[in-house]
């Protein structure tokens, strides 16, 4: 079975600039979420999506969006770039069960670089 | 607010060495999940295991064993006869309360096992 898969690999972008990662999640997860590392550090939390809509939000400006479409793929918007905006961006899908925190599974990232 | 703190930053070994990797927690939940996810060069973070905040047990999977103690809130990752392969970062994570999927990541520990 094919993991999570993100798109694109890698991105150079510009400062002012907007930018679209996309993801797909494990076949049967409904649950899908964003990460931000920026290097040398931890995963941020940035986004959780459950059956399209918003379950949490972590601490990022609202330069930050995304949606989860009924197929449960996702995307990440970025307005407005920023230098500080360089980091790879990873998404975690897992299956929501009642009860417990199901673990999460992550893609390889989008490296995306500010110039 | 939770946290997770791994203050060894760098570890390196020789190879067969065992090796254990710090992890303490901060939560004010009584139920919370906590993970430990490997990091290899090529940037994927691979899961490794899950504990519960309810199920003490020690676990061990092959090379790999986890000490959960509540009493002082640590949740340790023990490697036995180390291999070159294990070199990666690894990140201990939180997640609290059943259904919110926010993890919380320490910092990270880079091993390197030495030839």
């Known amino acids: 079975d094919a993991g999570v898969t993100q798109s694109p690999t890698h991105l150079i972008k510009t400062r002012g600039q907007q930018v679209t990662l996309r993801c797909s999640p494990i076949?049967?997860?409904?649950?899908v979420s964003w990460y931000q590392q920026v290097l040398g550090q931890g995963p941020q939390f940035i986004f959780q999506?459950?059956?399209?809509?918003?379950?949490g939000r972590g601490n990022f400006p609202d330069r930050f969006s995304a949606r989860q479409f009924p197929n449960y793929s996702s995307e990440l918007n970025v307005n407005a770039l920023l230098l500080g905006d360089s980091a790879l961006y990873l998404c975690a899908s897992s299956l929501i069960s009642t009860g417990s925190n199901q673990p999460q599974h992550f893609g390889d990232g989008t490296r995306l670089s500010i110039l | 607010a939770q946290k997770v703190t791994q203050a060894q930053t760098e570890i390196s070994v020789v190879e067969k060495e065992d090796v254990t990797l710090d992890c303490v927690y901060e939560t004010r939940d009584t139920t919370y999940y906590l993970f430990w996810y490997k990091q290899p060069p090529s940037g994927e973070l691979v899961f490794l295991i899950r504990?519960?905040?309810?199920?003490?047990q020690n676990e061990i999977s092959g090379r790999y064993s986890w000490n959960f103690q509540k009493s002082t809130s640590s949740f340790n990752f023990t490697i036995t006869a180390s291999q070159v392969v294990d070199s990666a970062v690894y990140f201990c994570?939180?997640?609290?309360?059943?259904?919110?999927?926010?993890?919380?990541f320490g910092t990270g520990t880079r091993l390197t096992i030495i030839p």
């Open positions: 504990r519960n905040s309810f199920d003490e």
């Open positions: 076949s049967g997860h409904k649950s």
């Open positions: 999506y459950y059956e399209k809509e918003e379950r």
């Open positions: 994570a939180l997640s609290e309360r059943v259904g919110n999927e926010k993890l919380t």
